[in-house]
């Protein structure tokens, strides 16, 4: 079945670096959202990405969708101790309708 | 507005009872999910209804699950006898888009917190 693989799975980082994660999916993908999840909390959407190569920016936050459509990442610039928390990728899942296959998740700690 | 709902937000059952989790999604939205998140995973997919019709149900673990969602609107998801493995969040989001192939962004409920001992 699909599997939608995300790197690193875990990251601690100093406030003010830059942290990223990818994601890799066993097969193309028509779209892909990022979550974010903070500990104790629920998935928040971040955004989506549809075309090939696309890029996308919400302030220090960067997506990519690669060429092939079957990998993505989110680079974070700066990263500050509220970027703390379990960064998911989804894409849609095999077999129809609106089934979204959840990545793997990165868990991004920031130290003061 | 108002948020995607849960209740309860902790439920503790003993092992072999049955359960009932109910999700308020957000008015109007069409499309509802449950999701399954164990401790350090990510969500899990159980099941998608459209309105009042549950068009994949692929993700129900066993015939011990069982969701409904009679008006289109309220959800319930009801777990049968339960075991020691159904301990774990159980999430429900909702979305405005009938879209096939993954949809738009979907809003998360805060989860209810299954223990089974």
């Known amino acids: 079945g699909q599997q939608v693989m995300q790197i690193p799975q875990y990251q601690h980082v100093q406030e003010g670096e830059d942290f990223t994660t990818y994601c890799n999916s066993s097969t193309t993908l028509s779209n892909i959202q990022w979550y974010k999840q903070r500990p104790g909390g629920h998935p928040v959407f971040l955004i989506q990405l549809v075309k090939s190569g696309e890029v996308k920016k919400q302030k220090r936050l960067t997506f990519q969708f690669g060429e092939a459509k079957k990998n993505s990442s989110l680079h974070i610039t700066a990263t500050q101790t509220t970027d703390v928390g379990t960064y998911f990728c989804?894409?849609?899942?095999?077999?129809?309708?609106?089934?979204?296959?959840f990545g793997t998740g990165t868990k991004l700690q920031v130290i003061p | 507005g108002a948020g995607v709902s849960q209740s309860p937000r902790y439920k503790v059952a003993k092992r072999g009872q049955d359960v009932a989790l109910r999700c308020d999604p957000i008015?109007?939205?069409?499309?509802l999910f449950w999701y399954q998140q164990a401790l350090g995973q990510g969500p899990e997919f159980l099941t998608y209804?459209?309105?009042?019709?549950?068009?994949?149900k692929s993700g129900l673990p066993s015939d011990r699950f069982f969701a409904e969602r009679p008006e289109g609107s309220v959800s319930t998801l009801k777990i049968q006898r339960t075991q020691q493995e159904d301990s774990a969040v159980y999430l429900c989001a909702s979305s405005s888009t009938l879209a096939t192939g993954g949809g738009r962004e979907q809003y998360f409920g805060p989860g209810t917190r299954l223990t089974v001992t």
């Open positions: 209804f459209q309105n009042e019709a549950q068009l994949d």
């Open positions: 989804a894409g849609p899942g095999s077999g129809g309708y609106q089934k979204v296959t």
């Open positions: 008015s109007g939205h069409v499309s």
